[in-house]
């Protein structure tokens, strides 16, 4: 539950997720607040998109677009907080009455274009306009919904969207704009006249070929209305009409001609009156009012910033007073377009037409008292409460142990949801009880090597089992299973627990999959969910290097193998030293460095460069050192040069003998695969 509001009961559920009527705590202003699917959730192209098209959407103001109060996220639930509209889907009018009316079918299309205009001006495509994300109120004004939120794809490399209002575009890969949310609107329009959507509602498949190539439909609409759906259905979004509001003015050309002056007004009616017969399914059709409180009094005070004088009789306190709004919603429609916002019911934040935002300055306090001598002539101020949530709409990532901090929320409580002593969730503001389901919210949170964190919320004291199952392989399809592990949480609150599984570690060069399902006992809202980690275990390292072998030191020249086990480069580096034994000269050394690659067996003749032998009648040790990177230990040889004896004599052999001469143990303690 987003923090700060009470879960009054569920509204409905779809594609995208579920949506429940709540008050917001500190006012009792009821509002709708949809919580997204996992699946959506999951998504992070579509949460990213979502995130961004909310910081916009808690600006948009129009009577035609579903106000989004707040935006809210944790580890478990992303949740748009959502004006309360006191209506019914369009989709339960086509489902109760099969079709409406032309002129109201025009109502609905024009409504939904002006509510896209105001959508696409801010820069947002709605992305999946269809009759159940238009609200119809009772005075027969429609809004849209759910803007910016698309059903998930049903299959893989399918779009994002509700197949049967798709335009052909989308189908190409094309992203949801301006041309195919006026496709979407059509689709509506055609849907309202005829019963069906215009290509039907068959396996996406067949919906992307009739989409992108069939004929329009145009025969099943009345002769009157067929050049706008031919328009609106245009294949190529270049034939469309090249925004919403210049489709509205086609529409606004054609309606009269076809309809006459006062279609507009007749089509209200005409949309009023199915919706108002399905008063009951209202949200608010089943709280009742407070006894001794008037209907006005009663949301006014809700409402915190309304005031009563301002509201009069045009505020309708939802279908509990059935009576009260279908006469209104049908007296409203026969009134002029500009005044048909009666029939809403009043959200924190939502002011009737005329009624200006309260300065800051007025000073105004949750104890409804605003200091005198302010607003003079105007008419005494009504109580007050605390500001609705949108004022400080906002979007906020939170983490666990931030939520109740709510850095982006300034002016939103800092506590959670007010508790009774004994920790159950107060009653809501209409006296209904908590939610039903114990476990409200469930997610698994982490994944790692030594098992996975999981995170849960308890809405009861009672006992809630959890059983959290492991499977791991590197075909996400085969995974291997190991037993479930449980364990058992009590107390109602926010729970974070790590439970622990040794996950195999990838081998270099090789990916895994590792699956962590979890379910409760009571069974949480929503159902088991299950999450898969991919892990990589990184590039394998240079193969080793399998020998190295000096297979020849004559004191000049190295003859060296070097035998790998892949083609990736070796360094070879080869330290040589010499020392004239018995006579005046030193030690003196080198190093040269071989670089070998692309092969597996290398044999190498390297020059070892020495400096030139002084003196006579001694000798010199030469020793050549190989070590190679990646490694492979060390090789040595050694050879002595005789220097030739002082004075006349013969020409010392000036290629040097290869010493000990028959390759034995050299003895002066230095080894082969030894260090001397
Ligand atoms: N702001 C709102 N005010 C009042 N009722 C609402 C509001 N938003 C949605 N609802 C109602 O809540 C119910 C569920 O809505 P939801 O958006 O989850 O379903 P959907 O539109 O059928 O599916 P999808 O998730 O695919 O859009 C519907 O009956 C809808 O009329």
């Known amino acids: 539950m987003v923090p700060g509001y009470h ?11 579920r949506v429940v009527l709540a008050t917001y705590a500190p006012t009792g202003a009821y509002v709708a607040i949809k919580y997204l699917d996992a699946a959506l959730r999951d998504d992070p192209r579509a949460m990213a998109r979502l995130r961004e098209d909310a910081r916009v959407m808690v600006e948009l103001r129009d009577p035609h677009v579903v106000r989004l109060h707040e935006y809210y996220e944790d580890v478990l639930d992303a949740a748009l907080v959502m004006e309360l509209v006191d209506g019914v889907a369009l989709r339960k009018v086509l489902s109760a009455h099969g079709t409406t009316s032309p002129e109201a079918a025009l109502v609905v299309l024009k409504d939904s274009l002006a509510g896209l205009a105001a959508a696409h001006a801010a820069g947002i495509a709605h992305h999946d306009c269809k009759p159940e994300n238009v609200l119809v109120q009772a005075d027969g004004t429609a809004k849209l919904t759910d803007l910016g939120i698309a059903a998930p794809a049903g299959e893989a490399g399918m779009p994002a969207g509700t197949p049967a209002y798709l335009a052909p575009e989308r189908w190409a890969g094309a992203p949801a704009g301006p041309a195919s949310d006026v496709y979407a609107a059509t689709c509506v329009f055609f849907e309202c006249l005829t019963g069906r959507a215009p290509y039907g509602t068959d396996h996406p498949a067949v919906l992307m070929r009739r989409h992108r190539t069939a004929p329009i439909p145009l025969e099943a609409v009345p002769g009157s209305v067929r050049e706008l759906v031919a328009r609106g259905l245009a294949k190529d979004p270049a034939d469309r009409p090249p925004t919403a509001p210049a489709f509205v003015a086609e529409l606004e050309a054609a309606a009269p001609a076809a309809y006459g002056p006062g279609w507009e007004q007749r089509g209200r009616r005409h949309l009023a009156e199915p919706a108002t017969l399905l008063a009951l399914t209202f949200p608010l059709a089943g709280s009742s009012p407070r006894p001794g409180v008037p209907v006005a009094r009663r949301v006014a ?4 910033t309304i005031r009563r004088p301002r509201l009069g009789p045009r505020v309708v306190a939802g279908a509990a007073v059935i009576a009260v709004a279908v006469t209104v919603g049908l007296v409203a ?8 916002s009666t029939g809403t019911i009043f959200t924190p934040e939502q002011r009737p037409p005329g009624a200006e935002d309260p300065p800051a300055s007025t000073g105004r306090t949750s104890t409804g008292k605003a200091p005198s001598g302010k607003n003079p002539g105007s008419p005494p101020p009504e109580p007050v409460a605390t500001p609705g949530p949108s004022r400080s709409a906002s979007i906020g990532r939170a983490t666990p142990s931030s939520r109740s901090a709510h850095p982006s929320r300034p002016d ?13 969730p107060a009653p809501t503001a209409t006296g209904t009880p908590p939610p039903a389901h114990a476990v409200s919210g469930l997610a698994i949170t982490g994944i790692d090597a030594g098992g996975a964190t999981i995170a849960l919320r ?61 379910s409760t006992s009571p069974q949480a809202a929503g159902g088991p969910r299950s999450r898969t980690a991919r892990v990589s275990g990184g590039p394998c390292p240079p193969p ?4 190295v072998d000096i297979v020849s030191f004559d004191g000049a020249t190295v003859r060296l193998r070097v035998r790998t086990g892949g083609t990736s480069a070796v360094t070879v580096r080869l330290e040589s030293t010499q020392k004239v034994v018995g006579g005046e000269g030193g030690s003196t050394s080198g190093v040269q460095v071989l670089e070998l690659s692309g092969r597996t067996d290398y044999t190498r003749e390297v020059a070892v460069e020495f400096a030139a032998p002084p003196g006579c009648g001694v000798y010199v040790h030469r020793v050549v050192t190989v070590t190679t990177v990646p490694g492979s230990g060390t090789r040595s040889r050694d050879a002595r040069l ?15 003998t290869e010493w000990p001469p028959d390759g034995g143990p050299v003895p002066d303690g230095s080894a082969e695969d030894g260090t001397l």
């Open 412 to 424: 939103r409580p800092t506590s959670a949801p007010s508790r009774t002593p004994s920790g159950t």
């Open 7 to 17: 879960e009054v009961r569920e509204l409905g559920a779809g594609g995208s997720g």
């Open 544 to 547: 080793p290097v399998e020998s």
């Open 301 to 304: 005070g809700r409402m915190g």
């Open 458 to 518: 308890a809405s009861t004291a009672a006992e809630v089992v959890l059983s959290v199952g492991f499977a791991e392989g590197p075909d996400p399809a085969r995974l291997a299973e190991a037993p479930p592990y449980s364990l058992t949480l009590t107390g109602a609150g926010s729970h974070s627990r790590s439970v622990p599984h040794a996950f195999t570690a990838p081998a270099c060069g090789q990916t895994l999959y590792r699956r962590v399902t979890v």
């Open 333 to 340: 429609a026969d009134r002029a377009p500009d005044r048909l």
């Open 642 to 656: 005789d220097l030739p004896p002082c004075g006349p004599g013969p020409d010392p052999d000036p290629s040097g």
